[in-house]
């Protein structure tokens, strides 16, 4: 190792002491929790309650997890405790699905006013498909990707992954966590942030 390098044990994770909550949702929220997680922050993902009996975890490394009947009255006041004392929040529901819990941006960051509140959907928060349910496929034939794959005069082909869930959502959304991270460490405010497939 030359005089620069640090070695692996010597290196603090980047967001080690970041404090996640990530509401459980389909493969983007998973994926962001993930990255989080994979460098350094403490995520642990709100399940549906009651759980499911298969529920692959494929996503879940380095994660601990809750479950909570957020139609409750006492799920919703625990989620709402538990927001009070973490950096950010993960949510992957359709647009004002957590308003009608009374979890919504306006509640949570006036009981956390540092909290980063990270919204993810397929088609962001207003506009014509604001209230239209997506898939990946959907998402990346709106945008014109779809067309892009394949070859000139055929059908497109679809690709092998989840490309706009895990690019467009996932991973961008990490990205913007983490400048609105570094953004605190100057305005010492959370804020809300949406990332659309």
Same mark, same amino acid.
């Given at each position: ?5 640090? *070695?692996?044990?010597?290196? @603090?994770?980047?967001?080690? !002491? ?19 997680? &994979? ?7 709100? %399940? ?8 692959? %975890?494929?996503?879940?490394? !380095?994660?601990? *997890?809750?479950?909570? &009947?957020?139609?409750q009255p006492q799920g ?11 950096? #950010?929040? #993960? ?10 819990? !009374?979890?919504?941006? %306006? ?37 014109? #990707? ?23 959502g996932g991973v961008l ?20 942030? &949406? @990332?659309?497939?």
């Open positions: 190792m030359g005089p620069c390098a640090v *070695s692996s044990a010597q290196a @603090a994770m980047a967001l080690q !002491g970041v404090r996640v909550l990530e509401m459980a949702g389909l493969a983007p929220a998973p994926l962001c929790g993930l990255i989080l997680a &994979d460098f350094g922050a403490q995520v642990v993902r709100v %399940d549906r309650w009651p759980r499911t009996p298969f529920n692959p %975890d494929v996503q879940g490394r !380095g994660k601990r *997890s809750i479950a909570l &009947d957020l139609k919703t006041a625990t989620l709402r405790r538990m927001a009070q004392q973490v950096d #950010v929040l #993960v949510e992957p529901f359709r647009p004002g699905a957590m308003e009608k819990l !009374g979890l919504g941006p %306006d509640i949570l960051l006036r009981d956390n006013p540092r909290l980063i509140y990270a919204r993810l959907t397929g088609f962001g928060q207003s506009g014509k498909y604001v209230k239209l349910a997506g898939h990946d496929i959907n998402y990346l034939a709106v945008s014109g #990707v779809l067309s892009k794959l394949g070859r000139k005069n055929e059908n497109p082909y679809a690709p092998i992954n989840l490309l706009a869930d895990f690019a467009g959304c990490a990205m913007g966590i983490i400048m609105a991270l570094y953004e605190r460490t100057k305005s010492r405010k959370g804020q809300v942030i &949406d @990332a659309s497939m």
